[in-house]
């Protein structure tokens, strides 16, 4: 069996979250999430775009929309940083919103300085991103790669 090197931080990481899982517990978590990982099974961007506008109550046909009422920017942001943080393109993330892949890195910046500045959308976007389960822990962790970058 060939073990990569980041198969190998997985299974580090996984033990030291729960030092009582057995080694088989350990293993068959580490292969569900390189599985995971190779596979895809992360959710496409307009399911996320779907959960980031059900989350804020707002229709998907106005976070579309050409309007810049803060509301709706808002609700693009925090969907460009999310759609970015599951490794998404920002041509792909930018066309789910009719935006420019230009507008998508602009957003996934604005998003970051608020999070960093403002308590109240670091919890929404920390809540958004636990509407996302099976990746919570994988996302928290991009998130905070992006945060401490300087």
């Given amino acids: 069996m060939n073990v990569t ?7 580090i990481k996984i033990a030291r979250e729960d030092l009582l899982m057995s080694t088989d517990d350990i293993i068959n978590a580490t292969i569900t ?10 959710p496409k961007p307009a ?6 506008c059900k989350f804020h109550e707002i ?4 976070v ?6 803060r509301q709706f ?9 999310i759609a970015i943080l599951f490794k998404y393109s920002t041509k792909v993330t930018g066309m789910e919103i ?14 970051l ?13 920390d809540d958004l991103i636990n509407e996302f389960p099976r990746h919570k822990t994988i996302l928290m962790e991009r998130l905070l790669n992006l945060i401490v970058k300087p």
């Fill in 64 to 69: 579309k929309s050409k309007s810049l009422l």
């Fill in 113 to 125: 300085g608020f999070y960093k500045v403002e308590s109240e959308y670091e919890l929404q976007v």
């Fill in 98 to 111: 009719n935006r420019d892949h230009s507008t998508a890195v602009f957003s996934r910046n604005k998003a």
């Fill in 5 to 11: 090197t980041s198969e190998i931080r997985d299974i």
């Fill in 59 to 62: 229709k998907l046909d106005w």
């Fill in 33 to 42: 999430k390189s599985l995971t990982a190779a596979t895809g099974f992360r």
């Fill in 73 to 81: 920017t808002r609700v693009r942001q925090q969907y460009c940083l």
């Fill in 47 to 52: 399911e996320i775009l779907e959960i980031v």
